[in-house]
């Protein structure tokens, strides 16, 4: 089983630059791929990027296709999610997920851990 734990959130301006991190414990981090989901109140967890084990492999919603950036440090167990130019609709709870599989994935179903999500404001 894999921990995980977010951070690098906060209130940000329209345009702005944000780096999240999702630190994982427990667990073989490198069995897992990984991905990064946001929400807002009311509305489904959608994917925002997914990383597969070793990093070669990686996938983007359109929204943000082109803004932000999935990586992964697999020597210090991090996966990150950097966001460009951001926008206020990108306000929302940012979560990582993990799953053990080969190939991300853009389901919420199938990743099986999930952190506590941190808190991104993009303010007008």
């Known amino acids: 089983q894999v921990q995980l734990v977010e951070s690098g959130g906060g209130l940000v301006q329209a345009g702005d630059s944000l780096r999240l991190s999702c630190a994982a414990s427990?667990?073989?981090?490198?069995?897992?791929?990984m991905g990064w989901f946001r929400q807002v109140p009311g509305k489904e967890r959608e994917v925002v990027a997914a990383?597969?084990?070793?990093?070669?492999?990686?996938n983007y919603a359109n929204s943000l296709k082109g803004r932000c950036t999935i990586s992964r440090d697999n020597a210090k167990n991090t996966v990150y999610l950097r966001m460009d130019r951001l926008k206020p609709e990108d306000t929302a709870v940012y979560y990582c997920?993990?799953?053990?599989?080969?190939?991300?994935?853009?389901?919420?179903?199938?990743?099986?851990?999930w952190g506590q999500g941190t808190q991104v404001t993009v303010s007008s």
């Open positions: 990383i597969s084990r070793a990093g070669g492999d990686t």
């Open positions: 997920g993990a799953r053990g599989a080969l190939r991300p994935s853009a389901l919420r179903s199938d990743y099986i851990y």
């Open positions: 427990e667990g073989t981090f490198s069995d897992y791929t």
